[in-house]
């Protein structure tokens, strides 16, 4: 496993017990962790540079998200993932390319500052402005205990990538029988079946068609070295991923400046 020397000594002690969107939440008993944030750069690249064919939605640096505004530490519409995760990434690409299809991706590398404005959204119970679009069979105030807002999220350890197919045959988004950051059980992989062995099961929710797609994701994610979430079917994070005990709080922008000031 590749240690970055130059993370920064600063340390959290917090207490994680499950993921969501890889974000972990505290509960009773369980034996503190440490965990490291780090504001470098580094070992990070962009995603369209590692995959130049693929498709950036990042919908946090846009409005239509389940916020409403831009999130906090989206300073550009780029996606960033570690060096290893992005190598993984590019054999996942080819291998959907020779299908028909290319990635979009909707959010990859996250800034805590970002989690850190999912949280403070989510304890404002007054601002439901997207719950039409994202939430609209849940209350509000239900939203920390459902874990779908937590306090950390896998993704600012920099290898988790929220993704979907492109059909580059009819020009358009696969259609997957659900919209990405759906809160509820539409989203999860099993919704229509068993993700395992890929067998639809006949249901009132998602097609035959809607499922074997969400299939065709999944089983390139995997075979390239992905692991998947159990409450969403677009959430991958690298399996040994180099960083899992690091949370980085630089922003995500483009990375060329940097490395163009670093060379001088």
């Not at 130059?6 to 994680?16: D, E, Q």
């Not at 079917?233 to 990375?255: I, K, Q, V």
């Amino acid at each position: 496993m590749f240690i970055n020397k130059s993370i920064t000594a600063s340390v959290w002690s917090v207490v994680i017990a499950c993921l969501l969107g890889g974000a972990g939440a505290a509960y009773a008993g369980a034996p503190a962790r440490q965990y490291k944030s780090s504001d470098d750069p580094s070992q990070f690249v962009e995603i369209a540079e590692a995959v130049p064919d693929v498709i950036l939605e990042i919908r946090y640096y846009s409005t239509y998200n389940f916020l409403g505004v831009r999130v906090d530490g989206y300073e550009e519409p780029v996606a960033l993932l570690t060096r290893q995760a992005a190598d993984s990434l590019r054999a996942v690409s080819d291998d959907l390319r020779r299908q028909g299809y290319c990635l979009k991706i909707f959010d990859a590398y996250r800034p805590q500052m970002a989690v850190d404005h999912f949280v403070r959204w989510g304890k404002d119970l007054a601002d439901t402005a997207m719950r039409r679009c994202f939430y609209p069979m849940l209350d509000k105030s239900v939203l920390f205990e459902q874990e779908y807002i937590a306090y950390h999220s896998g993704h600012s350890r920099g290898s988790t990538v929220d993704l979907t197919l492109f059909d580059m045959r009819t020009g358009r988004e696969v259609d997957m029988g659900g919209t990405f950051d759906w809160f509820g059980p539409e989203s999860h992989p099993d919704c229509g079946g068993d993700p395992v062995t890929g067998t639809y099961i006949p249901n009132d929710t998602i097609t035959a068609r809607q499922f074997n797609n969400r299939m065709i994701l999944r089983r390139a994610m995997l075979s390239h070295g992905f692991n998947p979430l159990d409450n969403e079917w677009w959430h991958f994070t690298l399996a040994g991923e180099p960083f899992p005990d690091t949370y980085f709080t630089f922003p995500s922008r483009s990375l060329k400046e940097k490395r163009a000031q670093d060379k001088h």
